[in-house]
């Protein structure tokens, strides 16, 4: 039990380590075409850590609050990947 509580800390630590590269990064790039991709980054991100963080302090949820967490990451990742899909398509108006 120590050790799943060690390295859901440790995930946490580094999720949330990199969520201001990632709103650096969608920041950044907002005006080139790959901008878009990168734009749900910080949400998908922080829906992680969401879901991460209270196994890491032992903390007891309904199982409702993952199911949300879990649908944000899912929605922000096919929003990214469909955004991908379109850039490398070349199927964008420019």
Excluded at 3 to 22: I, M
Excluded at 36 to 46: K, T
């Amino acid at each position: 039990m120590l050790v799943e509580r060690v390295l859901a800390l440790t995930t946490t630590v580094v999720l949330a380590g990199t969520f201001p590269l990632a709103v650096v990064a969608a920041v950044g790039f907002r005006d080139a075409p790959f901008g878009s991709v990168l734009r749900p980054f910080p949400v998908v991100i922080l829906a992680f850590v969401a879901m991460k963080a209270p196994t890491a302090v032992d903390a007891d949820l309904p199982d409702a609050y993952f199911l949300v967490a879990s649908l944000v990451a899912t929605a922000g990742v096919l929003v990214s990947a469909a955004y991908a899909l379109v850039l490398l398509t070349e199927r964008r108006k420019l």
